[in-house]
């Protein structure tokens, strides 16, 4: 049985590749029945795993598998005993020259002081009780992989309080790469205001402000809510006075927290009137305009997702604490983006929230394309 690119077979369980590039993959199972797995690529010789965890019947298995070609098709064979299934793996291309800026997305953590790992339930949609111990390592597991730097588009702080605000510091101070983020809809559930937000990580006063790196400009748009950046407002007006200052000189990236394009998704009766600006078609129409503009990149609906319009790739970045349960890494070339995602490591946390989410949990997975690949952009 297909779901979508996760294949279920009888005797083995779920299989799937949790990130794809173009010379390495991450193949994942889970399973009820097997405690051991042979992976066989290609009919080469068969590769012995065994579970990196076992909890509530459940036997997690996780095993990278290196040295692949670009472009490649490989026949993945995986046997328990008698019983076996086969993936297609198909590599990404490898996209042309230097990497210019590699960078991580961290969307929605919903840090909260109390969370405690000791709450943690068999089923959480999100799992609250152990964000701070995820976004530590995954903040550090980041920089392990070279990312010149993490973007956090949007309810990081749930809400933003003395408490979370000192919290997320020490967390930014783990790591010796800077993070840079913009503020979402949780940030305000509490007793501070949006002045007090900014005030709070040194923003100017509408939250918005360009990171440039290496040629790169990455502009952070705070949208507290949707109507946030309607044609007239002191935001709207300083992003169209940004992109004329950046014209030319830089390639775009835009980062929000609700997304300008209603992705597939979050369409018909799964719209919430939640994930989208008010004005999305005013600031799209700034946008477009501007040449250079590559990627919008937003967070609020966490399910890894890819929409192509007027030459700009819109992205929703998955979280760590809602399955897939992973975060984004970015590469920017000369003329491409490389994008995968990364599940966490803790196959058992992000059972718990597959469990609790039922059906919903395939929907929120993601096709391949959408979590793994190469788009080149348009010169
Ligand atoms: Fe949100």
């Given at each position: 049985m297909e779901r979508r690119n996760r294949k279920l077979a009888s005797g083995i369980g779920e299989c799937y590749f949790a990130t794809i590039r173009w010379d390495c993959a991450e193949f994942r199972a889970v399973s009820e029945t097997a405690d051991r797995l042979e992976v066989t690529i290609d009919s080469g010789d068969p590769l012995v795993v065994t579970p990196v965890a076992r909890e509530r019947g459940y036997c997690f298995f996780r095993q990278w598998l290196f040295g692949l070609d670009p472009n490649a098709s490989y026949e993945v064979e995986v046997r328990n005993g008698v019983q076996r299934t086969t993936l297609i793996l198909e590599t990404l291309p490898m996209p042309s020259g230097e990497c210019r800026l590699r960078f991580g997305v961290l969307p929605?953590?919903?840090l909260q002081p109390r969370a405690d790992r000791r709450a943690l339930g068999d089923r959480e949609k999100r799992l609250y009780p152990v964000v701070k111990e995820l976004t530590a390592k995954y903040l550090k597991r980041l920089e392990a992989q070279g990312a010149d730097m993490i973007f956090l588009p949007g309810d990081t702080l749930d809400?933003?309080?003395?408490?979370?605000?000192?919290?997320?510091?020490r967390l930014f101070s783990s790591v010796s790469i800077p993070c840079h983020l913009l503020v979402g809809n949780h940030e305000l559930y509490g007793r501070y205001n949006e002045r007090d937000c900014y005030r709070a990580f040194g923003l100017p006063e509408h939250g918005c402000y360009?990171?440039?790196n290496n040629g790169v400009a990455c502009i952070m748009l705070s949208t507290p809510d949707q109507a946030c950046l309607c044609p007239g407002s002191p935001?709207?007006?300083?992003?169209?006075?940004?992109?004329e200052a950046l014209a030319g000189a830089h390639d775009i990236l835009v980062f929000t927290h609700f997304s300008l394009l209603l992705h597939p998704c979050v369409q018909g009766w799964k719209n919430d009137g939640m994930q989208q600006l008010d004005d999305a078609e005013a600031v799209l129409a700034l946008l477009e305009r501007q040449s250079t503009v590559r990627g919008v990149?937003?967070?609020h609906k966490n399910v890894p997702s890819r929409m192509e319009r007027n030459g700009i790739i819109h992205l929703l970045s998955p979280q760590l604490i809602q399955s897939p349960c992973g975060y984004s890494l970015i590469e920017i070339y000369p003329k491409a983006m490389a994008h995968n995602v990364y599940e966490i490591e803790?196959?058992?946390?992000?059972?718990?929230?597959?469990?609790a989410l039922g059906a919903e949990d395939d929907e929120r997975f993601g096709t391949g394309s959408d979590r793994h690949f190469v788009w080149e952009w348009r010169m």
């Open positions: 929605d953590l919903h809400p933003c309080d003395d408490e979370t605000i000192k919290l997320l510091k360009t990171v440039t935001r709207y007006h300083w992003l169209t006075r940004e992109l990149i937003a967070g803790e196959m058992h946390y992000l059972q718990r929230s597959r469990d």
